[in-house]
């Protein structure tokens, strides 16, 4: 049996060899053949496919690049713009525009005092617009013929040109720094009333004898200041007068003719002292608001105009005439010296002046009043006008005298000496003491220093915008 189903089974296994060529049990077969790899199939020589991505898919990855670009470049434009922050306010404004004997002026308080002062000439730009209104003209021609003269043409000028008033603010603050060292040295002081007259000064107010301003008002208004010298109360010289000596109120005859004013009625002194002080605290509010300044700056700025004023009146005892010329004198201005010798000639020739000067003259101011300017100081011209009046002999015909102006004919009437008034006498002192600190500056044993970056940091504000 054994054998037979050994014969059997032998008889057998050729045809299951068969069946397993042609039908082989999966199972077994699948174990003994390597997995076959997903996917497709490589191509030859090992290179693999990229990966497919559907569009959708491709458009968030490259938004998502965009994005991750788009906020680095914002990081680094927020570092850059926080490090100018950091550079403008707090890095510069501590550095030095100028050092006086090691003391320096930083750029905070140079920009400080600049807009100070922009906004107190603002405020007298302001009520020369006000006069305007006030008098009912043509509002392009007052301000025409306002800022043409002298001190108002060179507050104009500067507030024009930031860096007129950046370079005269920087000497002013120097300056502040050496007549602080001197008052110091000298035992000079200012009080209060000091500096309440500077204050009146600025608003050319003069109180009168019975005037009784209340203290809290007076008070308030002296509350007002920045130290250094400026144009309006300094005792710093002013402006040399234009070469046109045409006081400042004469409408010229270009003008339309003043209309008749309204009496006012007359105030009591306590009524006017009451007006004014309003009026202080109204222009220093605007001080403060335009000029982001503090009251203390404002204080400080006219105690340092009433240090300057006690100081030239000690420094300059000895050097400043108390005594002034003046003179009865009439002038044809002309542009050409040739126009100028023409006319000379008709003059001696038997021309009428006044004639002349009404057809000819290029000063409308004088030239109305037949060239004719009754008593003036003679230091109020201009250097080479001044110079030929105190000259010229009385009666004659005298020029051509050339100015920035033009050509003058000049004939002068009479000299008389005068005490100087109360304003020239300060504007002589404020010259004096100009050229005194000049010569201190550079004397021996003071050290001053400027920098170039102040010419970078100059303020353009407050820009002047009038109130109609």
């Known amino acids: 049996m054994v054998g037979d189903n050994d ?12 069946r397993s060529q042609t039908s082989r049990l999966p199972g077994k ?8 790899a997903k996917g497709p199939t490589p191509p030859r020589g090992g290179k693999q496919l990229r990966e497919y991505r559907s569009r959708a898919e491709r458009e968030a990855m490259i938004q998502r690049y965009v994005l991750l670009g788009t906020g680095i470049a914002a990081a680094i434009v927020i570092v850059i713009l926080g490090i100018a922050f950091a550079i403008e306010f707090f890095v510069t404004p501590g550095q030095a525009v100028a050092s006086v004997n090691g003391e320096t002026i930083t750029v905070r308080e140079f920009q400080e005092r600049v807009r100070l002062e922009r906004a107190l000439i603002n ?15 043509n509002m392009d021609q007052y301000l025409q013929l306002r800022l043409s003269q002298p001190p108002l043409a060179n507050w104009w000028s500067e507030i024009q040109v930031s860096d007129q008033l950046g370079n005269r603010v920087l000497n002013d603050m120097i300056e ?34 019975d005037e009784v301003a209340s203290p809290e008002a007076t008070a308030e208004a002296t509350d007002e200041a920045t130290p250094t010298a400026t144009p309006f109360v300094s005792p710093t010289p002013s402006p040399e007068p234009s070469a046109t000596p045409t006081p400042e109120t004469e409408p010229t005859a270009t003008l339309t003719p003043l209309p008749t004013v309204s009496p006012v009625p007359t105030l009591s002194p306590t009524e006017r002292a009451e007006q004014y002080n309003t009026r202080v605290e109204q222009v220093f509010a605007n001080v403060r608001s335009s000029a982001g300044v503090s009251q203390e700056a404002i204080d400080a700025y006219f105690e340092m105009q009433a240090l300057r004023q006690a100081l030239a009146e000690v420094v300059t005892a000895d050097t400043v005439d108390t005594m002034d010329q003046e003179v009865s004198v009439r002038h044809i201005l002309v542009a050409t010296e040739e126009e100028a010798q023409d006319v000379l000639a ?10 002349l000067a009404r057809a000819v003259s290029t000063d409308t101011g004088s030239a109305a009043n037949g060239g004719e300017y009754d008593w003036t100081p003679a230091s109020t011209f201009v250097e080479p006008f001044a110079n030929a009046v105190r000259e010229a002999e009385i009666g004659e015909f005298f020029g051509p005298v050339q100015t920035d102006f033009g ?4 004939q002068v009437r009479g000299r008389r000496e005068v005490e100087l008034s109360e304003t020239a006498l300060r504007q002589a002192r404020a010259d004096a003491l100009k ?27 407050p820009a002047f915008i009038p109130r109609l």
């Open 7 to 18: 014969a059997s089974l032998m008889v057998q296994e050729p045809g299951m060899t068969k």
């Open 29 to 36: 077969e699948a174990a003994n053949q390597p997995a076959a």
């Open 123 to 137: 405020e007298r730009l302001y009520e020369v617009v006000r006069e305007a209104q006030a008098f009912g003209v």
């Open 176 to 209: 502040d720094r050496l007549v602080r060292a001197k008052a110091a040295e000298l035992g000079i002081t200012v009080s209060e009333e000091d500096i309440q007259e500077q204050i009146n000064e600025y608003f050319e107010y003069t109180p009168s004898v």
């Open 346 to 355: 008709a003059l001696q020739a038997g021309e009428s002046f006044a004639d």
């Open 407 to 410: 050509y003058h004919i000049i």
């Open 435 to 461: 050229q005194y600190l000049r010569e201190l500056r550079t004397s021996e044993g003071n050290v001053v220093e400027t920098y170039s970056i102040w010419t970078q940091v100059v303020p353009s504000e």
